[in-house]
Nanobody
Framework: QVQLEESGGGLVQAGGSLRLSCAAS????????MGWFRQAPGKEREFVAS????????LYADSVKGRFTISRDNAKNTVYLQMNSLKPEDTAVYSC??????????????????WGQGTQVTVSS
């Protein structure tokens, strides 16, 4: 089992940047496929990005491709989401998730087993 805790959210102006971190407990972090998701008020949870266990493969939602970068440091049990050129429509609660499914990268939230509490990102226009 793994526990996840996000940090790094906040208020930023459009065009700005934020870096989210997700720290995981336990010594098996490197065995999990990791993902970032977001949920805006009144909307369904949305896939943002996923990264393979080794970090060699990544997958992004079309809405963030070219602006966001997912990465991980298995020695630090941490996954990151660098968000650049932020837009007001990026405003949401961002959550990280861990999956035990043995594949490279994953999009569907139902395939993730563990979730963090989330961190609020607000982008003002």
């Amino acid at each position: 089992q793994v526990q996840l805790e996000e940090s790094g959210g906040g208020l930023v102006q459009a065009g700005g940047s934020l870096r989210l971190s997700c720290a995981a407990s336990g010594r098996t972090f490197g065995t999990y496929t990791m993902g970032w998701f977001r949920q805006a008020p009144g909307k369904e949870r949305e896939f943002v990005a996923s990264i393979s266990r080794s970090g060699g493969n990544t997958l992004y939602a079309d809405s963030v491709k070219g602006r966001f970068t997912i990465s991980r440091d298995n020695a630090k049990n941490t996954v990151y989401l660098q968000m650049n050129s932020l837009k007001p429509e990026d405003t949401a609660v961002y959550s990280c998730a861990a999956s035990t499914v043995q594949t490279v990268v994953l999009r569907p939230p139902a395939l993730y087993d563990y979730w963090g509490q989330g961190t609020q990102v607000t982008v003002s226009s």
